[in-house]
């Protein structure tokens, strides 16, 4: 079946590191790709989001690229801020599953002044 | 105006008791699940309704029923819990025909079994 797999945490980082989060998957068909972020106690938000090969998402100065050759869709942001230190979730979703969306088991980031 | 809501936000009870969540959009979507994250904050996907038709069932234990009385709500009702169960419940929402198959997220309940 689909599957996430992403680095594990935590990471942390001094402010104004440049950060990458690894992610690659494996699906049947053409997924479409995201990566959500769950700030501490509260739910989860659309980071960023891209539904075919080559398509770039991008918010907030994060970006991730989805690359069907690799079936990686890696998380980057060339300066991270404290206010970024939060769990990020890559996951996919596709037809075969009812878009059910099927996440990595999740990273910490923590950002340190 | 909220777009996903969730009531309780939180639950705290004991062993054996029967509890319900209630998930509510005002987004106009067709589609709703339940997710569930567990202390190691991993995300299962449990349940989904489409135009109030179960279309997901993971492997969840039958103690959890699932009920969507018009598309716009899914509850979740759970019999006899157990120190297993608690976990925070998220629902989300999606239109269905929505090409990059976003899903909305409500604020969780966190759910404590004692």
């Known amino acids: 079946g689909d599957s996430v797999t992403q680095m594990e945490g935590p990471v942390t980082l001094s402010e104004e590191a440049f950060l990458t989060i690894n992610c690659t998957y494996t699906?049947?068909?053409?997924?479409?790709l995201f990566w959500y972020v769950q700030y501490p106690g509260e739910g989860l938000q659309l980071l960023l989001k891209?539904?075919?090969?080559?398509d770039k998402g991008s918010n907030k100065g994060f970006e991730a690229t989805y690359r069907k050759e690799t079936t990686s869709f890696h998380l980057e942001k060339g300066s991270v801020q404290v206010s970024d230190s939060a769990v990020y979730f890559c996951?996919?979703?596709?037809?075969?599953?009812?878009?059910?969306?099927?996440f990595g088991k999740g990273t910490s980031l923590l950002v340190t002044p | 105006d909220t777009a996903v809501s969730q009531t309780p936000k939180y639950l705290v009870t004991q062993m054996g008791n029967d509890k319900s969540i209630k998930c509510e959009q005002n987004?106009?979507?067709?589609?709703m699940y339940w997710y569930k994250q567990d202390s190691k904050k991993f995300l299962k996907i449990m349940f989904s309704?489409?135009?109030?038709?179960?279309?997901i069932n993971e492997t969840v234990p039958n103690r959890f029923s699932p009920k969507s009385p018009d598309k716009a709500h899914l509850n979740l009702h759970i019999n006899s819990l157990e120190l297993g169960d608690s976990a925070v419940y998220f629902c989300?929402?999606?239109?269905?025909?929505?090409?990059?198959?976003?899903?909305?997220f409500g604020p969780g309940t966190r759910l404590t079994v004692t």
């Open positions: 989300a929402s999606r239109l269905s025909g929505d090409r990059v198959n976003e899903q909305y």
């Open positions: 699906a049947t068909g053409y997924p479409s």
């Open positions: 891209a539904t075919k090969a080559d």
């Open positions: 996951a996919l979703s596709a037809q075969g599953s009812g878009y059910a969306l099927n």
């Open positions: 987004l106009g979507h067709d589609t």
């Open positions: 309704y489409n135009n109030k038709e179960l279309i």
